[in-house]
């Protein structure tokens, strides 16, 4: 009991941080919006005295005379009129100028998640599930900010809540004190429900990140969903998390059910309370019938600005768990550091690409690559061969810089890819990876990305992908919409896009991670001829960035694949085995003759069943 105290304590201290990080961020707008609602609060305060006023000055005497003079009346009429428009006015700038912060804070906050997620390595990325990144980019932002709504309104209720207890006394000592004593019960009932309702707002709100993640893993894994035939199991586990997130906000509106009205009703019964009270001062001439209808008046709305305070409370659980979580991705470390360094764009002697003593480990107690030297010359073709987990796809996004060694260098022309600045590194090399990722848009925007390209040049490597005979079948060729995902084109057809999409750019290191794995092998050797002819028409002709031939890194298990290669590098267990041409490596390494001859085998069984 006393550890869920402390929590709820600081939950609250933690909920007027985070406004104070808004109030920080819009200074001017929290202002605008503050002032609206104190003038509000003001005016509130104001319509008991005109009410007060006008039952002593008007009414009264209308009834004692049996008449009413015009101008008085209207002057009375004009009084409420202009108390009514000047809090209209104060309504419009609370509501507008919190609005407005509420949204901004949203924005703001999650640009700086998106920013984040786009800065953070690959390996900060493979640590954190998709569905909570989403998850922190949009329902944690929005929680994080929602108190800021009532903020205004509840500082304008405080103002309005001191000048009605000030008035109150001003108008009758004993009255305001017999109405005050509502006070502490109002004070109790917010205490209590902040005590049973904050733990389960907290609870609820993780709850949303979980089921969001739920669904987005069983979204992004329908088609292994429905090939397995786990349909039933995924819809009992999503059911499961959202029953429970279910019943706990049922608890939750339980509790703010009874709340609700036990806070509207005591200040019903406070004010039957003065009135009777009052109606005895006024029977002994202690007081007047208007001051007693302005203190009951005042009554009636000193409970709003306590109901105001606890919907800001209120709030303030799923607040700080929203913010936490969000804070939690806008300070994580990892943040890919660049150089200032220019790749050069004329002819470079040497090689293009160095790859010395790599080292690399997902967990330390098991280093996955150990001291891997390689490099590429111009113009060459280097097929990295290895055994399933022997670090192929590991070494493919050290050299693309998706992550960094834990030692060693990779060098570009003989620059460490470290030095160079930001986004020179892709205009030179391209990673085609084997899951080929295609985005619900045309054909000709999922291969250019928005980039400055020809169609004539869309055209030319589709034709060096192999992919521009099935475009040109498709209903509205270049502008036919693929959908999510691609799911209207085949696994093979994915993978040739994504290869005419690294094409594209001209690259002058083109590294394919198994990007062939879905064509079948005659397909792939119209490729990969495709290629070679495709780099020899570049040499000296403004191919790549530098004008050299482009040279190739390709993750193969295919014979006919790795024949075509100047160059093998077996890898076995993170290191390097074996160098040399395919037909020097059958020859003098018996594992890799074991390991491509099994690959033959397998493909040979495979192409046999189809």
Partial sequence: MAEDADLRGTTTLDGFRVLWVGIKREPRVFTVATLGAVLFGVLTVADAWVLGWSTQNVLIPAFENGEIGTDLLVWVVALFMAVAILRAVGIVARRLGGGIMYYRMQSH?????????????????????????????????????SPVMPLPMALGTVVMMVIAVIQMFVADVVMAIVGL??????????????????????????LRAEVSEIAHESFDGAMVVKTLGREVEE??????????????????????????????????????????????????GATS?????????????????IRAIGWLLGEFPRSVVGYRRAKAVLDAEGNMPYGDDLLPRGEVGGALLQVEDLHYAYDTDAPLLRGVDFEVQPGRTVALVGATASGKSTLTSLLTRLVDPDSGRVRIDGHDVKGLRKGELPRD??????????????VRDNVTLGADVSDAEVWSALRTAQAD?????????????????????????????????????????????????????EVEARILASLRDDRSDNVGDGGGASGSAASLVVVAYRKATISLADEVVHLDEGRIVGRGTHA???????????????????????????
Avoid at 429 to 439: G, H, K, N
Avoid at 481 to 507: K, M, N, Y
């Fill in 109 to 145: 906050t999650r640009r700086g998640v998106t920013r984040q997620y786009l800065s953070l390595p690959m390996e900060w990325h493979q640590r954190h599930p998709t569905g909570q990144l989403l998850s922190n980019a949009y329902s944690d932002v929005e929680a994080a900010w």
């Fill in 181 to 206: 004593l509502v006070f502490p019960a109002v004070v109790v009932a917010n205490l209590l429900y902040q005590r049973y309702a904050s733990p389960l707002m907290t609870r609820a709100q993780g």
């Fill in 235 to 284: 819809t009992d586990r999503f059911r499961a998390k959202a029953h429970e997130l279910r019943d706990v906000n049922i608890r939750a509106g339980r509790i703010r059910a009874v709340f609700d009205p036990a806070l509207a009703s005591l200040p019903s019964l406070g004010v039957l309370v003065v009135l009777a009270v009052g109606v005895s001062r006024v029977a002994s």
């Fill in 289 to 305: 019938a208007g001051d007693v209808v302005t203190v009951a008046y005042l009554l009636t709305i000193v409970s709003f600005p």
């Fill in 429 to 442: 090399v391209a990673l085609v990876p084997q899951t080929a990722f295609m985005f619900d848009d045309t």
């Fill in 469 to 521: 005979g099935f475009v040109a079948a498709l209903p509205h060729g270049l502008d036919t919409q693929l959908g999510e995902r691609g799911t209207s084109l085949s696994g093979g057809q994915r993978q040739r896009l994504s290869l005419a999409r690294a094409l594209v750019r001209r690259p002058r290191l083109l590294i394919l991670d198994d990007a062939t794995s879905a064509v079948d092998p």
């Fill in 584 to 610: 020097e490596l059958l020859v003098s390494s018996p594992a890799y003759a074991h390991l491509v001859n099994a690959y033959e085998v397998d493909a040979d069984a495979e192409e046999a069943a189809r």
